[in-house]
């Protein structure tokens, strides 16, 4: 699955964790692991009981993890 990139029209939406679990190839389920982990550093937002995520903070993490081969990070 290729990475897409979110255009920055779109950076200040907020994105339910079903659309943020589909940017990052992983389940919604995975991300709650992350959350109450905190395994990784994925900002997320309340929104009264709902949880979501910043367009901006998901393209970020996707950054971060860019590398060039497995010795080096870009």
Known sequence: MAIQSIPK???NK???PETTADLLGITAGTLQVWRSTGRYNLPFVK????VMYRAEDVQAFIERRLH???GSVA
């Open 47 to 50: 929104v009264g009981g709902r």
């Open 9 to 11: 029209s779109n950076l």
């Open 68 to 70: 060039n081969h497995t």
């Open 14 to 16: 907020l994105l339910e």
